[in-house]
């Protein structure tokens, strides 16, 4: 039973440039949460997808954006990328029902230069 | 109000010992208590949780005290080994009508050492 996968592992960006991270939640699992952990911090939540729609947004600007796939897999993208961006974004799944138990991916780490 | 608070930022044990992080929230609307274990490198790893109706949770050598009144919960390991070195994140869940979200406290970077 594969876990929560995350592509790519590591990306290099300059800023001002734009950004797609993909997610593939456990199986059987619909809901994916994304989060941003900056170095020696905890994540902080960006927003969530359940049935293909944000059902719950963080406090983090427009630039970031999101989208679930009918196979519940996702996408976090970010436009006009800034230093401050750079970062480990994480994904995670859970199963309608059980939000709360959330099982993370292991991350995809943005640098952003 | 939607804080969670984590002590200590770091924490040497000698193996054997007993490990303690202490977490404390405000917002009495958390209602589901995780415990997370990170390696450098990896992404948090679901450890143990607790719900606000029980007072203790124990799984193998983690054991979750949670003390409602107080707004406060803790971490014991027992007999902590090398391996346990990683660092630590409490978090504390906020949901509504099929939806929430984690929140997280800043973590505790745990040494045992051999």
């Known amino acids: 039973d594969a876990g929560v996968t995350q592509s790519p592992t590591h990306l290099i960006k300059t800023r001002g440039q734009q950004v797609t991270l993909r997610c593939s939640p456990k199986?059987?699992?619909?809901?994916v949460s994304w989060y941003q952990q900056a170095l020696g911090q905890g994540p902080q939540f960006i927003f969530q997808?359940?049935?293909?729609?944000?059902?719950q947004r963080g406090n983090f600007p427009d630039r970031f954006s999101g989208h679930q796939f009918p196979n519940y897999s996702s996408e976090l993208n970010v436009n006009a990328l800034l230093l401050g961006d750079s970062a480990l974004y994480l994904c995670?799944?859970?199963?309608?029902?059980?939000?709360?138990?959330?099982?993370f991916g292991p991350g995809t780490r943005l640098l952003v230069l | 109000q939607q804080q969670v608070k984590q002590s200590p930022q770091s924490l040497i044990v000698q193996k054997g010992g007993i490990s303690i992080i202490n977490c404390a929230y405000e917002?009495?609307?958390?209602?589901?208590f995780p415990w997370y274990q990170q390696f450098p490198g990896k992404g948090p790893a679901l450890l143990i949780a607790?719900?606000?109706?029980?007072s203790e949770k124990k799984e193998g050598r983690f054991t979750i005290s949670f003390n409602k009144s107080a707004k406060q919960f803790s971490l014991h390991i027992m007999d902590s080994q090398p391996g346990d070195s990683a660092t630590y994140f409490c978090?504390?869940?906020?949901?509504?009508?099929?939806?929430?979200?984690?929140?997280f406290g800043q973590g505790t970077t745990l040494q045992v050492k051999p």
């Open positions: 995670a799944s859970s199963a309608a029902g059980y939000q709360e138990t959330q099982y």
């Open positions: 199986s059987g699992h619909d809901t």
């Open positions: 997808y359940y049935e293909e729609e944000e059902r």
């Open positions: 917002n009495t609307a958390f209602d589901y």
């Open positions: 607790i719900r606000p109706d029980v």
């Open positions: 978090a504390a869940y906020l949901g509504s009508s099929n939806t929430g979200k984690l929140i």
